[in-house]
C-alpha cells in the first residue's frame, strides 16, 4: 500500500467529469463551458440528474453543484454517491477502499478537458435536443424604464442603454410556469436570424434560452454603416460589453466599433464566425482576468492563425500543456498562463489583426471596473500613439497597455 496515493493526491488528479462520463452523464454544451454541464438521461429520453462543475481546468479545486438543491462537492464525494455503480465497491473491505481504488484507476487514464469542450460527439449523444423557437417568446424593444431595472446596479447608465437599445429585447417565454419578464440579448447567425438568447432576469438569474445556438452564434452590437467596423471588442458577456464602451465613450469613435459577447463561454466556431463576419477588423480580445480568459486568449490566437491547437492539464505537475501539433508542446504554470507568457515560450509573435484589452488593476471584468468607479488611463491617447492597435507588436506596447 505504500505506493497508493493519497486522497489529496488523487483529486489533484483526477476530474469529476471523466468519473460523470463514464456514469452516463454527457457533456450539454448548450450552457457553456465556464461551468460545464453534464445531464444523466434516463431512457434517452428523461433527464434525470444534472450536475454543473466548478473550476473545470483545476481538479485539485474543482467541485460540482446541483441547481435549486443543496447537493455538492468534489470528485470524493460524488464518487461516494454513486460509488454502488463502480466494480470496485463488490471487492473492496469497505467504503473508503471503495472510494481510493476507483480514484486510483482513473488517476491513471488520461483526460484533455479542452478535447472534451471541442468535441461534438458528447453533446450529440443527447436525444432529441429542443430546437430554438422566437415564437413561444413575447418580446419588446426599448422599454428603456424597465431595462435599466436590469442594469443600474451594473453601473450602467440610461444613456449607455439608449445607445445599445437595438441590441437588446425584453422577453417572456410563453411556455414557461413562471411568466418573468427578462433582459435578453440576442444571438444571431451569419445570415442575422436569431437563434438564442442569452438571458439576465432578477435576483441574479442568468441562463440561456432554451436551445440557443451558443456554439457558432452569438451576440453582436454593430454600429458600423455597412456592418465594416475597423475594431470588433469581444467579451465574455454582453454587461462587460456595454461597460466598456460607457467608460470609453468620448474616447472612441462608435462607428468604427462592433461589441461581441460570447455569453461566458468561449467556442472555436463561435471565434471563426467572428472572423469570416468581419475579416478586415482589428479583433480586441477583452476576456475576463482569470485563467479561462486568458486562456480563451490563446485559443483566439490559435484560431486566427490556423494552428492546430489543442490544451491539457498535466497530471504530474498541475501546469497547463499547449500542444500545437508538430510544432511543439509547450507547459506554462497557472499563474504564468498569458499569450505573452506563449509568446516567450513558443517563439511565435503577435498576430497583427488581434490585440488584448484586460480590465486594468487585476480587475475581473470591464463591469467590475465601471462599478468599482476607478480611474483609468486616456483610451485615445493610446489610440492615437498606435500603442493599442498597432501593426507590430513591441514590449513596451504589450506590458504598458495590452496587459495580456
Not at 158 to 175: I, M, Q, Y
Not at 292 to 309: E, F, Q, S, T
Not at 365 to 386: C, F, G, M
Amino acid at each position: 500500500m505504500n505506493n497508493q496515493l493519497s486522497f489529496k493526491e488523487l483529486k489533484d488528479r483526477v476530474s469529476i467529469m471523466q468519473v460523470a462520463m463514464d456514469l452516463g452523464y454527457v457533456l450539454d454544451k448548450s450552457k457553456g463551458n465556464s461551468q460545464p454541464s453534464f445531464v444523466l438521461m434516463s431512457g434517452g429520453k428523461e433527464e434525470t440528474d444534472r450536475i454543473y462543475i466548478k473550476n473545470p481546468n483545476n481538479p485539485s479545486i474543482q467541485g460540482y453543484w446541483r441547481r435549486g438543491s443543496y447537493s455538492k462537492g468534489d470528485v470524493i464525494s460524488f464518487v461516494k454517491e454513486n460509488l454502488s455503480s463502480f466494480p470496485e465497491s463488490r471487492t473492496a473491505r469497505n467504503e473508503i477502499d471503495a472510494i481510493n481504488a476507483v480514484l486510483n484507476r482513473y488517476a491513471g487514464q488520461p483526460f484533455s478537458i479542452d478535447r472534451l469542450m471541442a468535441s461534438s460527439s458528447y453533446f450529440s449523444k443527447i436525444i432529441n435536443p429542443k430546437k430554438f423557437d422566437i415564437n413561444r417568446y413575447d418580446r419588446e424593444k426599448n422599454n428603456i424604464d424597465y431595462m435599466m431595472c436590469f442594469f443600474k446596479k451594473r453601473g450602467i447608465d440610461a444613456e449607455t442603454v439608449k445607445r445599445f437599445s437595438n441590441f437588446l429585447e425584453l422577453v417572456v417565454d410563453r411556455d414557461s410556469k413562471n411568466k418573468y419578464r427578462n433582459l435578453a440579448f440576442p444571438y444571431c447567425d451569419s445570415s442575422g436570424n436569431v437563434v438564442g438568447f442569452e438571458l439576465r432576469g432578477f435576483s441574479g438569474y442568468r441562463g440561456k434560452a432554451e436551445g440557443t445556438n451558443s456554439t457558432s452564434a452569438f451576440w453582436c452590437a454593430d454600429f458600423s454603416e455597412v456592418r465594416q467596423p475597423k475594431y470588433v471588442f469581444i467579451f465574455e458577456g454582453a454587461y462587460d460589453a456595454m461597460a466598456f464602451q460607457q467608460i470609453h465613450n468620448v474616447k472612441v469613435r462608435l462607428e468604427d466599433c462592433a461589441f461581441v459577447s460570447v455569453g461566458g463561454s468561449f467556442s472555436d466556431e463561435q471565434f471563426k464566425q467572428v472572423i469570416n463576419q468581419y475579416p478586415n477588423a482589428k479583433k480586441v480580445l477583452c476576456f475576463d482576468n482569470d485563467l479561462n480568459g486568458r486562456m480563451y486568449d490563446i485559443r483566439a490566437y490559435g484560431i486566427i492563425n490556423n494552428l492546430d491547437m489543442k490544451t491539457s492539464i498535466n497530471r504530474e505537475n498541475g501546469d497547463i500543456k499547449i500542444d500545437v501539433g508538430n510544432k511543439g508542446i509547450f507547459e506554462l504554470p497557472e499563474d504564468k498562463v498569458s499569450l505573452n507568457e506563449f509568446f516567450k515560450l513558443s517563439g511565435y509573435r503577435q498576430h497583427p489583426d488581434l490585440t488584448i484589452r484586460k480590465a486594468p488593476n487585476g480587475l475581473k471584468d470591464w463591469n467590475e471596473v465601471l462599478t468599482r468607479n476607478l480611474p483609468i488611463e486616456d483610451l485615445h491617447s493610446a489610440y492615437e500613439k498606435k500603442i493599442i492597435f498597432q501593426d507590430e507588436y513591441n514590449d513596451k506596447a504589450k506590458f504598458q497597455l495590452l496587459d495580456c
